[in-house]
């Protein structure tokens, strides 16, 4: 008589590389009913379209082990006795034949492996092009079973590595942030509009900074998220702190809200982060990025001593001459003017004769530089 022996996957998780997410844990046999069994990490880790699952079962179980009676002993044939011998049936993983179901999107099917005795599957969980938000709320989980004759005396374990690969998922984030249906709201809302596509299957765990990436590619300085933005900026940087484009659009949010405090620690904190790197490996989001950082410390310098200490404009001036300095390097031609007409107006204020020559000076090179016609 076949039976069907269930195999529970207990995934552990045991490490985070770039691109992909690595569990590791054991499948314990067991006495049980023909179900299958989800599995499920200590954060309730979660599988979703998009994912691709690439999964190696090794090690030894007791799949079917039975006792034979034998009798022994006594004298000259007599008065033997009985006793039980437990005869053991060790199978390695490429010996037996396992069942894997995602979900209800399929089964991995697995390739013994004659040399090794390990069973190897690959399964990529499918999307739906035509329906990224669905794709993006679902998720699933694993079970497994094995169909083998199995004695109800089978004991044992296997090892299980499963390796996750979600990056194709950002692509869908992505492809849905931009669409019109979100594009097209007047106001986004953090809690239903943004947090539950970014964190179902755990993508902005397994991929803090390509997850954090795409919703500031796609979301970050558009009006629908006006109301939000503060929110958003400084739960994005729990998972990416080193985002220098988030940090910079946060310290924005301080500035426009008179905090310079925290205005002042962020666009510090920005430009920490980005000069520690050379400046030829920075990106031309990151050269904006950096001039948008001094801009903010020169607009907290103007703003909050509004003009009352004597050194606030000529601060101001020294800090817009550099952001504009980098945003020339990023050939940001709108951002460049405005760091500059506004470094020659904190010049103007201070009023001085070398002040006003150098005012001069700066806006005619601006003019050279920038023909109108």
């Known amino acids: 008589m076949k039976n069907t022996l269930l195999i529970l996957v207990l995934i552990t998780l045991a490490t985070l590389t770039f691109g992909q997410h ?7 046999v067991w006495n049980g009913p023909d179900k299958d069994i989800s599995l499920m990490d200590d954060f309730f880790y979660q599988l979703s379209p998009g994912d691709v699952l690439e999964v190696e079962i090794s090690g030894l179980a007791n799949i079917n082990p039975y006792d034979e009676q034998r009798k022994g002993g006594g004298f000259l ?60 709320l679902n998720q699933c989980k694993i079970s497994a079973f094995i169909n083998e004759q199995m004695s109800p005396l089978r004991a044992g374990q296997y090892n299980v590595k499963v390796t996750v690969d979600s990056k194709a998922r950002i692509e869908m984030l992505r492809s849905y942030f931009k669409s019109s249906p979100v594009q097209g709201l007047p106001i986004l809302n953090f809690e239903d509009d943004i947090r ?29 998220i006006t109301a939000i933005r503060k929110d958003l900026y400084r739960y994005l940087l729990n998972f990416a ?37 050379d400046p030829k490996d920075l990106t031309p989001g990151e050269l904006i990025d950096y001039g948008r950082s001094y801009e903010i410390l020169a607009g907290v310098s103007e703003l909050r001593e509004l003009g009352l200490q004597e050194n606030a404009y000529s601060v101001g001036a020294i800090f817009y001459g550099e952001a504009a300095g980098w945003f020339s390097k990023a050939a940001a031609k709108d951002a460049i003017a405005r760091a500059t007409l506004n470094q020659v107006r904190c010049l103007q204020k201070i009023g001085t004769l070398h002040s006003l020559l150098q005012a001069a000076a700066i806006l005619e090179a601006f003019n050279e530089s920038n023909p109108t016609n």
């Open 241 to 277: 702190p080193n985002n220098t484009t988030v940090r910079a659009r946060l310290a924005g949010v301080f500035l426009e809200e008179l905090n310079f405090p925290e205005a002042q620690v962020q666009a510090k904190k920005t430009i920490q982060i980005l000069s520690k790197k």
């Open 77 to 136: 044939g007599l008065f033997k006795k009985s006793y039980t011998v437990r005869i053991d049936n060790w199978k390695k993983a490429g010996e037996v034949n396992v069942v894997m179901k995602v979900g209800t999107f399929g089964t991995i099917t697995f390739a013994p492996d004659a040399e090794k005795k390990i069973l190897n599957g690959n399964f990529t969980i499918p999307q739906d092009p035509a329906n990224p938000k669905l794709d993006l």
């Open 196 to 224: 539950p596509f970014i964190e179902n299957g755990k993508l902005v765990y397994k991929h803090p900074d390509e997850t954090v990436k795409a919703v500031e590619d796609e979301l970050g300085g558009k009006p629908n």
């Open 22 to 28: 690595k569990l590791s844990g054991a499948m314990e």
